[in-house]
């Protein structure tokens, strides 16, 4: 079983910053990819940013510029800077993992429990 805790969420006002961070813990072999996804009220939940345990990121067209997503590989925590955040960015954030857990084993997707962030002022 894996687990994924995650932190930093909370109440910023529009153009503030906040940094999540997601840490892994239990039985894993190999980390594929770690990253962020939200959901807004009323609203499906959505990609916002991603990056493989080869430093490859993806992100949502709406954060690119304001949003960094980073991992390390050894703590297995992923993080996410969120920089000149608008209002639009409120939702519900959820970290993914997706794993192996052991040698021989399939891939293995896990989420959060998530945390929410809001931009208000």
């Known amino acids: 079983q894996v687990q994924l805790v995650e932190s930093g969420g909370g109440l910023v006002q529009p153009g503030g910053s906040l940094r999540l961070a997601c840490a892994a813990s239990?039985?894993?072999?190999?980390?594929?990819?770690m990253g962020w996804y939200r959901q807004a009220p009323g609203k499906q939940r959505e990609l916002v940013a991603t990056?493989?345990?080869?430093?490859?990121?993806n992100y949502d067209d709406s954060v690119k510029g304001r949003f960094t997503v980073s991992l390390d590989n050894a703590k297995k925590t992923v993080y996410l800077q969120m920089n000149s955040l608008k209002p639009e960015d409120t939702a519900v954030y959820y970290c993914?993992?997706?794993?192996?857990?052991?040698?021989?084993?399939?891939?293995?997707?896990?989420w959060g429990q998530g945390t929410q962030v809001t931009v208000s002022s």
């Open positions: 990056v493989t345990r080869g430093g490859t990121t």
């Open positions: 239990g039985s894993i072999f190999i980390i594929y990819s």
């Open positions: 993914n993992t997706i794993i192996t857990p052991f040698v021989g084993s399939g891939t293995y997707n896990y």
